[in-house]
């Protein structure tokens, strides 16, 4: 069994900042790429951020400059760094990582945290 624990989320300002954290336990050989995705009401989910174990990065647009992804292999955690946000930012925002068990197992998994909300208004 393979948890994520989401913690960060919150009520903040227009232009405020908030730092999403989520770390994953349990049975877990490796860990190749931790992502953050947000669905606010009636749209859909949309991808934020990820990052691989080579700590590559890519951004949605719409964050670009405002957002930074990283990860503490070590503790098996990622964060989602919230900057200068707007109230288009307002979603419940979900961890999601890929990885493998064990090295046998087949194609990895994907194992999705249970959702944090980010409601930014004044």
């Known amino acids: 069994q393979v948890q994520l624990v989401e913690s960060g989320g919150g009520l903040v300002q227009p232009g405020g900042s908030l730092r999403l954290s989520c770390a994953a336990s349990g049975t877990i050989f490796t860990i190749y790429v931790m992502r953050w995705y947000r669905q606010a009401p009636g749209k859909q989910r949309e991808l934020v951020a990820a990052i691989t174990s080579g700590d590559t990065t890519n951004y949605a647009d719409s964050v670009k400059g405002r957002f930074t992804i990283s990860r503490d292999n070590a503790q098996n955690t990622v964060d989602l760094q919230m900057n200068s946000l707007k109230p288009e930012d307002t979603a419940v925002y979900y961890c999601?990582?890929?990885?493998?068990?064990?090295?046998?197992?087949?194609?990895?998994?994907?194992?999705w945290g249970q959702g944090t909300q980010v409601t930014v208004s004044s």
């Open positions: 999601n990582v890929e990885l493998k068990m064990t090295l046998a197992a087949w194609v990895p998994v994907q194992v």
